[in-house]
């Protein structure tokens, strides 16, 4: 799988997401067909997050580990691979070593 | 001043930019006319930063102090602010409190 380096012909909020004191930082990011993501960044950590929409995490640099509300396997998820949450859960997310950057899709 | 809350019509890079341990994480920004720039934040932190081209710093949200080379007194600059950093130099940024969202314009 290939990474997406840029997103291009996009709009890009200047203010951004800062969650857990810093340990995940985003912009969010209008594309050009009215979709919304965010591009961000995970620092090494350990965090828990709840979905609203559900989302797609695409890596763009570093990996990641993530579980899935429910299950009890970690799995690994790097630069240009992909990750589904469903809607209204939540998940683990931990990552060691390099920043894991990532898009994040809603819907 | 007026705050600048999105960039449009651009290209965001997807791969985060993270200095002083995540103290500062920004994304490169290309402009539609093909100059470049960042959005970023700085979070509540002392950091010195060394500049290669002149930078605008232009603040979307929250507020810092800064403190350019060779000069005695710090200034603030809130969102909706800017200042300028020559090439070549450095400046002591602080921040507390609210992090500090900015566009970095070059040259």
């Given at each position: 799988?290939?990474?997406?380096?840029?997103?291009?012909?996009?709009?890009v909020a200047t203010s951004?997401?800062?969650?857990?004191?810093?340990?995940?930082?985003?912009h969010g990011?209008?594309?050009?067909?009215?979709?919304?993501?965010?591009?961000?960044?995970?620092?090494?950590?350990?965090?828990?997050?709840?979905?609203?929409?559900?989302?797609?995490?695409?890596?763009?640099?570093?990996?990641?580990?993530?579980?899935?509300?429910?299950?009890?396997?970690?799995?690994?998820?790097?630069?240009?691979?992909?990750?589904?949450?469903?809607?209204?859960?939540?998940?683990?997310?931990?990552?060691?070593?390099?920043?894991?950057?990532?898009?994040?899709?809603?819907?």
């Open positions: 799988m290939s990474i997406q380096k840029t997103l291009d012909g996009v709009s951004a997401n800062v969650y857990f004191d810093g340990k995940c930082v985003s990011v209008t594309l050009a067909d009215g979709r919304k993501c965010t591009v961000g960044v995970i620092l090494p950590a350990s965090l828990t997050f709840n979905t609203g929409a559900p989302e797609i995490m695409e890596g763009t640099a570093g990996s990641c580990e993530y579980r899935l509300d429910g299950e009890s396997e970690w799995k690994r998820s790097a630069a240009g691979e992909k990750f589904n949450i469903p809607g209204n859960s939540k998940f683990e997310i931990r990552v060691s070593g390099e920043p894991y950057s990532y898009i994040c899709h809603f819907g």
